[in-house]
């Protein structure tokens, strides 16, 4: 299978939007529920956002909801994680990752079975 690829992090001021992408190959995602997860420096992993195969189903970790929005382009083999309103404390290294389990939607780690590389996301006060 071929990897996750995230993109679309950078550096960005507090209260302003980006919007992270997460491609793939169609049989690495396909029928997949796709999470978003950060990481930043001296903490554990944290859960931000996951999306069902079809869309139809999301969950959103309490420090992101109201402001991010997960969602996919099932044609493009593609989740996005739109941001918006940032916050210094969103400043962390973002993965992708893939999860075989949709009922319910999983919020910990060892539900995922496929992670990109990550991109960093720096929010500046």
């Known amino acids: 299978q071929e990897p996750l690829v995230e993109s679309g992090g950078g550096l960005v001021q507090a209260g302003g939007s980006l919007r992270l992408s997460c491609s793939a190959s169609k049989s690495t995602v396909s029928t997949y529920a796709m999470g978003w997860f950060r990481q930043a420096p001296g903490k554990e992993r944290e859960f931000v956002a996951v999306i069902n195969w079809s869309g139809s189903n999301t969950l959103y970790g309490d420090s992101v909801k109201g402001r991010f929005t997960i969602s996919r382009d099932n044609a493009e083999n593609a989740v996005f994680l739109q941001m918006n309103n940032l916050r210094s404390e969103d400043t962390a290294v973002y993965y992708c990752?893939?999860?075989?389990?949709?009922?319910?939607?999983?919020?910990?780690?060892?539900?995922?079975?496929?992670w990109g590389q990550g991109t960093q996301v720096t929010v500046s006060s």
């Open positions: 990752a893939r999860s075989p389990f949709s009922s319910p939607l999983q919020r910990t780690e060892p539900a995922y079975d496929l």
